[in-house]
T-cell receptor, first 111, second 116 residues
């Protein structure tokens, strides 16, 4: 089982739609969680951190459920420019500093 | 620019050739990471440096892969006797802190390796 699992999609949604991505992680000791965005043939970039209390940044809301080892990203009022791959990222517990990336979920927002 | 710079951007190698990929991190960044990203997959961790010390190389897939950062700045990822399964984009990332707990890594555009 992979440490971080995501539905690869693609998610094809019309402009203005609300879309949610889910991610599960296997290491219950994991401490830190993030969402990254990767445009086609570009490098990944940090989108937002995920906190236990949930956090919102404009149209984007991220939530963490530690009991279920589950992370979500909600995008409201989708724009064409939101089309990208969304990567779920976990920092495992312990001494390691490495970020573990999921496979990514591809979002295509249609006009 | 002031971002992470990687070279070459594209490399085609014949099976069995050795390749060297270079990463220039953002000036002053302590942490440096190498990731391998195959088509349709997320980045897979290869190795991590804090300054010149290689603290984690658990992701290197075989002893054909070697990374160094001798002066704590520029890093080189070397792949010996390349195989077709080595074809991927190799991403370098840096961060200013000694740990990556802030979650923000600054990635280069990657070196796309194709092994024929």
């Amino acid at each position: 089982r992979k440490e971080v699992e995501q539905d690869p999609g693609p998610f094809n949604v019309p402009e203005g739609a609300t879309v949610a991505f889910n991610c599960t992680y296997s290491n219950s000791a994991s401490q830190s969680f993030f969402w990254y965005r990767q445009d086609c043939r570009k490098e990944p970039k940090l989108l937002m951190s995920v906190y236990s209390s949930g956090n919102e940044d404009g149209r984007f809301t991220a939530q963490l459920n530690r009991a279920s080892q589950y992370i979500s990203l909600l995008i409201r009022d989708s724009k064409l420019s939101d089309s990208a791959t969304y990567l779920c990222v976990v920092i495992p517990g312990g001494a390691t500093n490495k970020l573990i990336f999921g496979t990514g979920t591809l979002l295509a927002v249609q006009p | 620019g002031a971002g992470v710079s990687q070279s070459p951007r594209y490399k085609v190698a014949k099976r069995g050739q050795d390749v060297a990929l270079r990463c220039d991190p953002i000036s002053g960044h302590v942490s440096l990471f190498w990731y391998q990203q195959a088509l349709g997959q997320g980045p897979e961790f290869l190795t991590y440096f804090q300054n010149e010390a290689q603290l984690d190389k658990s992701g290197l897939p075989s002893d054909r892969f070697f990374a160094e950062r001798p002066e704590g700045s520029v890093s080189t990822l070397k792949i010996q006797r390349t195989q077709q399964e080595d074809s991927a984009v190799y991403l370098c990332a840096s961060s200013p802190a000694g740990t990556s707990n802030t979650g923000e890594l600054f990635f280069g555009e990657g070196s796309r390796l194709t092994v024929l």
